[in-house]
């Protein structure tokens, strides 16, 4: 296996500042306390968390969102038309997706997005890279590493985007 590029969290935390607007978290903040409660491994005092406000910088990731819902809705109304469930499949409908939340960890390296966000992580993920001392701590890294990889190269915007971005990094 070849050497990957690899950068630390605090890189991939500059990367995030670059590639969208986001309004840090305060530490005393609900959203930021929801988080840890939901992940108590985590280095407590060193998370940053950050909320993406609904500006033209996001306007592109909240699109996505949305776009990527109405696909998950629309597979699964079918699968209940397929199955003779029609009547029993409600999907109550979605004005806005919620507030996307990044939240970063520099003790354990792990960035988590919180109610959407995909399109994001996969480009974080990329440029996070993964070494050889990872995949050998944490076999699943590579397979994170090369799924986010592949699903980037199959969406040409995606891809686009991420070139762009580091070209202008």
């Known amino acids: 296996m070849e050497e990957k590029i690899t950068h630390t969290i605090k890189e991939v935390e500059c990367f ?5 607007e986001a309004v840090p978290i305060p530490k005393g903040d609900e959203r930021l306390r929801r988080y840890l409660l939901t992940h108590p491994h985590t280095g407590r005092q060193a998370v940053r968390g950050y909320a993406l406000p609904r500006c033209g910088k996001n306007g592109w990731i909240y699109q996505r969102e949305k776009e990527d819902t109405e696909q998950y809705l629309q597979k699964k109304r079918a699968y209940f038309c397929g199955q003779g469930m029609a ?3 409600f999907i109550p409908p979605r004005d806005d997706p919620p507030e996307i939340l990044f939240f970063f960890d520099p003790a354990s390296g792990q960035i988590t997005a919180m109610n959407g966000g995909r399109a994001v992580a996969v480009l974080l993920t990329v440029y996070k890279g993964v070494s050889q001392e990872q995949v050998r701590e944490a076999p699943y ?3 994170v590493y090369r799924e986010a990889w592949k699903e980037m190269q199959q969406d040409q ?8 971005i580091i070209e202008g990094f």
């Open 141 to 143: 890294m590579d397979t």
């Open 87 to 89: 009547r029993d499949c």
């Open 157 to 164: 915007d995606l891809f686009e985007r991420y070139l762009k």
């Open 16 to 20: 995030f500042l670059h590639l969208c």
